[in-house]
T-cell receptor, first 115, second 111 residues
C-alpha cells in the first residue's frame, strides 16, 4: 500500500511564525505536490517537484517555499505565516503523468490555523 | 478556458437513483484520466482510472469522450454512502509533472 504521511494533522501557529509542513512517501515516486484546499475553491496547487532539488511553482506560490533534499520527502515552508494561510494542506505523490498508473496518492492533510 | 471544469453541484438525489456528472478538459493530448472521491474533512482517494473509452467497476462507470473532451461518472443504484465530493483529474500530457484537479462535484444521497 502506498503511504503518504504528513507530519501533523492539526497545527495552530501565530502570525509571523515560520511554519514547516513535512510530507514523506514510501513508493519511490518522482513527483510530489503541495495543495491547499478551501471551501468553494477546490484543490489549488502551491508547488510541485519532479525530482530531488527540483521545484516548480503552481498556481498560488506566493508566501510559500518548498524543499526537496531527498526523493521521499517534500517540505512546504510558510516563511511568515498570515491568517489568510489558514487552510487544509494536502501533500500528494505520483509517478510522472506520462506513465500508466500515474494517479496521485494523498496524505491525510494538515489543518493549519494561523491566529 | 480552465484546464479542468466540473459542475460544482450539489446534486441531491434519492437513494437508489442513477446519477451522472461530467468533467470537461482543455488539453486534447491528455491520455489518462481519473475520478477521485473526497469525504468531508478527509483526503481525496482514487475511485477510478480511465485510459481508453471507459471503465466499469460495480455500480460505477466512467466514460471518456475524446471528440468532445469530457469524461463522465455514472453511479447506479446510489447508496447513502456515495455522498461525497467527486473530483476529476486530467493530467496534462505535455508536462511530466503537473496534476490539476477539478473543483469537484458535491453529491448528496437522501434516504
Amino acid at each position: 500500500d502506498v503511504k503518504v504521511t504528513q507530519s501533523s494533522r492539526y497545527l495552530v501557529k501565530r502570525t509571523g511564525e515560520k511554519v514547516f509542513l513535512e510530507c514523506v512517501q514510501d513508493m519511490d515516486h518522482e513527483n510530489m505536490f503541495w495543495y491547499r484546499q478551501d471551501p468553494g475553491l477546490g484543490l489549488r496547487l502551491i508547488y510541485f517537484s519532479y525530482d530531488v532539488k527540483m521545484k516548480e511553482k503552481g498556481d498560488i506560490p506566493e508566501g510559500y517555499s518548498v524543499s526537496r533534499e531527498k526523493k521521499e520527502r517534500f517540505s512546504l515552508i510558510l516563511e511568515s505565516a498570515s491568517t489568510n494561510q489558514t487552510s487544509m494542506y494536502l501533500c500528494a505523490s505520483s509517478f510522472p503523468s506520462s506513465r500508466t498508473g500515474a494517479e496521485a496518492f494523498f496524505g491525510q492533510g494538515t489543518r493549519l490555523t494561523v491566529v | 478556458r480552465k484546464e479542468v471544469e466540473q459542475d460544482p453541484g450539489p446534486f441531491n438525489v434519492p437513494e437508489g437513483a442513477t446519477v451522472a456528472f461530467n468533467c470537461t478538459y482543455s488539453n486534447s493530448a491528455s491520455q489518462s484520466f481519473f475520478w477521485y472521491r473526497q469525504d468531508c474533512r478527509k483526503e481525496p482517494k482514487l475511485l477510478m482510472s480511465v485510459y481508453s473509452s471507459g471503465n466499469e467497476d460495480g455500480r460505477f462507470t466512467a466514460q471518456l469522450n475524446r471528440a468532445s473532451q469530457y469524461i463522465s461518472l455514472l453511479i447506479r443504484d446510489s447508496k447513502l454512502s456515495d455522498s461525497a465530493t467527486y473530483l476529476c483529474v486530467v493530467p496534462p500530457y505535455s508536462s511530466a509533472s503537473k496534476i490539476i484537479f477539478g473543483s469537484g462535484t458535491r453529491l448528496s444521497i437522501r434516504p
